[in-house]
């Protein structure tokens, strides 16, 4: 029986040869619905970039038919797993509400966890609904804190939003 890590690397091997897939590199055509293949199996053995890559590729419906319920299941299973990214975009789901039923409060939670897992773009995000007060009660301490986390963490990140917000004026 193999352990955990050899799993872990047996899973990510797998995801690294849907990858070749879905560029259509070191020599394979691309084609994404073998690419798909690899990710699901990667996936169902934990590999969390397999899980974010088919949320992915079903939300945006790239290289495959769009299809928001299994984008969702595969993001929540990252999420859950603790991948920021999924939490993240987890998380702008929810606030678009494409797909999925709109929720403020759950895309605040999901986009918290990015930002206190330390991602720039969710602490901005973060920032901007405890300022305006969507999904959770506004706070402009809270607001500050976030915005100066993410400009310490992504100064230009910040500066490009600073940016969007003065051309909106």
């Known amino acids: 029986m193999k352990n955990e890590k ?10 690294e040869t849907g990858l ?4 259509g590199r070191k020599g394979k055509p691309q084609d994404f619905q073998k690419a ?5 199996e990667a996936a169902n053995a934990g ?43 987890l998380g702008s789901m ?10 403020f409060q759950k895309a605040f939670y999901w986009y918290e966890k990015a930002a206190q897992a330390g991602a720039p ?9 405890y300022h305006k007060g969507i999904g ?3 706070d402009q301490d809270k607001s500050l804190y976030w915005n100066n986390k993410a400009m310490r963490n992504a100064p230009n990140l910040l500066k490009r939003i600073w940016r969007i917000i003065k051309s909106n004026k």
């Open 6 to 15: 050899e799993l872990k690397k047996q899973a990510e091997k797998i995801y």
């Open 20 to 23: 070749e897939y879905f560029d």
């Open 36 to 40: 798909e293949e690899y990710f699901i």
């Open 47 to 89: 590999n969390t970039d397999a899980q974010e890559s088919l949320a992915y590729m079903y939300y945006c419906g790239y290289g495959l038919e769009t299809n928001y319920e299994k984008a969702i299941f595969w993001a929540e299973k990252a999420a859950n797993y603790g991948c920021i990214s999924a939490q993240y975009n």
């Open 94 to 103: 929810y606030y678009d509400g494409k797909g999925i039923e709109q929720d």
């Open 121 to 129: 773009e969710a602490q901005s995000r973060v920032a901007y609904l």
């Open 136 to 138: 959770v009660e506004a």
